[in-house]
């Protein structure tokens, strides 16, 4: 059985609309060898294929398109399913990218392309072609290496999470022999990213954003990183969130996880979770671990100045702490990364 060490071999799928092409295009600018739309039982001959011309690294797109017939998607799910366990008998490790959009975005780019649906013959109607979809694609969403829900990223952003989780730092064992951990900072008040493994919510500490003196700073700058370090509470939350992470990330990687979304979220983005998302990132850079790092709401206008009731709450929001200080909501990974270069 040939042995491919060298491959590294991407497998794009996810909803229609949700920005395959250009997801297959920016894998084109980056060296690798493309097929769109390729039926899951031919995956297995041209992974074979690259590896017989020494290529080193291949993508493809496989989506309901790709089922033998009109409305068999769910043998087109159990094709691929069953490709990629062909290709790990075959000593390649495909990667698994998803990409997913919120279902209002995804009828707003097809009623603007004009574009049809290919489910919609089946279905009679576009909102039922896209949770048709979205069901059957459920099982192949749970085995994705990343997810990026496209909903919010734009083209730029996306070209990013491509480059960071698959092109930088690839290397002959196919770039993951180290898992990336991408943080990303982020505003409740804005909507929690649909796609982090681990979100902390900080929204208990003393929040700058009243402080008439240094409320208009952003966390990068050094006065806003003294008021929310220097408080007792803080330094007890980051004494236990690297016990916790400590023992978790690296049982993720452990693991063969390739990619761990952490999401730190404060009421508006723009102070306490910038300073706990810079924090942890060089702590985890410390402890030899690959980070990136982002701040999506950083730059979004500043909230009301007006002082909150207890002077450290947001606008009313009842924030919970855990009895040890560490607060922190750990959802299912959804989709919706936007990596920027480390800050």
């Given at each position: 059985?040939?042995?491919s ?7 794009i ?5 949700a ?11 980056f060296?690798f ?7 899951p039982?031919l995956?297995?001959?041209?992974a074979?294929w690259?590896v017989s011309?020494d290529?080193?690294r291949?993508a ?16 087109f799910?159990?094709?691929?399913q069953?490709?990629l366990?062909?290709?790990r008998s ?5 990667q ?5 959009t919120d ?8 009623k603007?392309?004009?574009r049809k649906h ?8 576009l909102?039922?072609?896209i949770?048709?979809?979205r069901?059957?694609l459920m099982a192949?969403?749970e085995r994705?290496?990343k997810?990026?829900n496209?909903?919010?990223?734009t083209p ?7 480059e960071?989780?698959?092109v930088e730092d690839?290397?002959?064992d196919n770039g993951?022999a180290?898992?990336?951990?991408q943080?990303e ?13 681990l979100?902390f919510d900080?929204r208990?500490?003393p929040n700058?954003n009243?402080d ?7 966390g ?9 370090l220097?408080?007792p509470?803080t330094?007890?939350?980051q004494n236990h969130?690297r016990d916790?992470l400590?023992?978790c990330v690296p049982q993720f990687e452990?693991?063969g996880k390739?990619y761990?979304?952490i999401a730190v979220?404060c009421?508006?983005?723009r ?8 924090w942890l ?20 206008p500043r ?7 207890n002077?450290?709450a947001d606008?009313g929001t009842?924030d919970?702490?855990s009895s040890n200080?560490?607060s922190s ?12 270069r480390?800050s």
């Amino acid at each position: 059985m040939s042995s491919s060490p060298s491959l590294q071999f991407i497998l794009i799928t996810g909803l229609s609309g949700a920005g395959k092409a250009l997801a297959t295009a920016y894998f084109e600018d980056f060296g690798f060898r493309c097929v769109d739309n390729l039926p899951p039982a031919l995956i297995p001959v041209f992974a074979q294929w690259c590896v017989s011309n020494d290529i080193e690294r291949a993508a493809v797109v496989a989506d309901v398109r790709s089922a033998p017939r009109q409305g068999d998607h769910h043998v087109f799910v159990d094709d691929l399913q069953g490709a990629l366990e062909i290709l790990r008998s075959q000593d390649i490790n495909p990667q698994l990218l998803f990409l997913e959009t919120d279902d209002d975005r995804l009828v707003q780019r097809f009623k603007e392309t004009r574009r049809k649906h290919p489910l919609s013959d089946q279905t009679g109607d576009l909102n039922n072609a896209i949770a048709t979809e979205r069901e059957a694609l459920m099982a192949l969403r749970e085995r994705a290496d990343k997810i990026v829900n496209t909903s919010h990223v734009t083209p730029r952003e996306l070209r990013q999470i491509i480059e960071k989780t698959f092109v930088e730092d690839a290397n002959g064992d196919n770039g993951s022999a180290q898992m990336l951990v991408q943080i990303e900072s982020f505003g409740f008040k804005h909507g929690a990213p649909a796609d982090a493994d681990l979100v902390f919510d900080v929204r208990f500490l003393p929040n700058p954003n009243y402080d008439p003196q240094i409320g208009h700073l952003s966390g990068h700058d050094q006065p806003i990183i003294d008021f929310v370090l220097r408080e007792p509470l803080t330094q007890q939350y980051q004494n236990h969130l690297r016990d916790f992470l400590g023992f978790c990330v690296p049982q993720f990687e452990r693991e063969g996880k390739a990619y761990l979304s952490i999401a730190v979220g404060c009421t508006g983005g723009r102070h306490r979770s910038v300073v706990l998302s810079n924090w942890l990132a060089a702590h985890l850079r410390e402890q030899g671990f690959r980070v990136g790092i982002s701040h999506r709401d950083i730059a979004r206008p500043r909230a009301s100045k007006s002082l909150p009731n207890n002077g450290t709450a947001d606008n009313g929001t009842a924030d919970t702490a855990s009895s040890n200080g560490a607060s922190s909501d750990v959802h299912s990974r959804n989709a919706d990364a936007k990596p920027e270069r480390d800050s």
